[in-house]
T-cell receptor, first 113, second 114 residues
Framework: AQSVTQLDSHVSVSEGTPVLLRCNYSSSYSPSLFWYVQHPNKGLQLLLKYTSAATLVKGINGFEAEFKKSETSFHLTKPSAHMSDAAEYFCVVSEYPFNKFYFGSGTKLNVKP | EAGVAQSPRYKIIEKRQSVAFWCNPISGHATLYWYQQILGQGPKLLIQFQNNGVVDDSQLPKDRFSAERLKGVDSTLKIQPAKLEDSAVYLC????????????FGPGTRLTVL
């Protein structure tokens, strides 16, 4: 069965410090993995995606994630947090050819000045 | 490229009333999804269409929710009658088929049931 576990429901960092949002997945097939961001009262925006190419994926706004098959992980990182990064982040897994997407429960990122 | 369009953006109704939401996916996207996102939670899939056929509606409360996608393009989601617990944001997304597929989301419709 496919599932996504976001290990932290809330993460709080100071501005300028690194960000780490953790995501583990289970999948019977070769998955595609995504991170979406949702700012308050806004829609879901794709940050980055992994689809069986390079395991280190760079996204928008300085975020990146590394696909580690042996650890079934796809953690999201950013070297230096900005106040505008405060939002909720969702890890999502899908499997070709089923075209179905499974969401994690989300991680709320708080950035302190 | 135009994104996924949804209307209305906001709706306030009283319980037991009916409401309908509309979604226009990105042109050429065969798959359309409706999600319900309750405040503080992640999106929950209500129904998935492939062209105009239903792929998955296992989490759709069929006694009150219905959805259709005529001609495999636009879709409507209806709630009749609404309950207080239906207050949520209803998200529509679409995707193309293929190895590098991803979902594209609309802005959502925020429903408040009083």
């Amino acid at each position: 069965a496919q599932s996504v576990t976001q290990l932290d429901s809330h993460v709080s960092v100071s501005e300028g410090t690194p960000v780490l949002l953790r995501c583990n997945y289970s999948s019977s097939y070769s998955p595609s993995l995504f991170w979406y961001v949702q700012h308050p009262n806004k829609g879901l925006q794709l940050l980055l995606k992994y689809t069986s190419a390079a395991t280190l994926v760079k996204g928008i706004n300085g975020f990146e994630a590394e696909f580690k098959k042996s650890e079934t992980s796809f953690h999201l990182t950013k070297p230096s947090a900005h106040m505008s990064d405060a939002a909720e982040y969702f890890c999502v897994v899908s499997e070709y050819p089923f075209n179905k997407f499974y969401f994690g429960s989300g991680t709320k990122l708080n950035v302190k000045p | 490229e135009a994104g996924v369009a949804q209307s209305p953006r906001y709706k306030i109704i009283e319980k037991r009333q009916s409401v309908a939401f509309w979604c226009n996916p990105i042109s050429g996207h065969a798959t359309l999804y409706w999600y319900q996102q309750i405040l503080g939670q992640g999106p929950k899939l209500l129904i998935q269409f492939q062209n105009n056929g239903v792929v998955d509606d296992s989490q759709l409360p069929k006694d009150r929710f219905s959805a259709e996608r005529l001609k495999g393009v636009d879709s409507t989601l209806k709630i009749q009658p609404a309950k207080l617990e239906d207050s949520a944001v209803y998200l529509c997304a679409s995707s193309f088929e293929g190895l590098d597929n991803e979902q594209f989301f609309g802005p959502g419709t925020r429903l408040t049931v009083l």
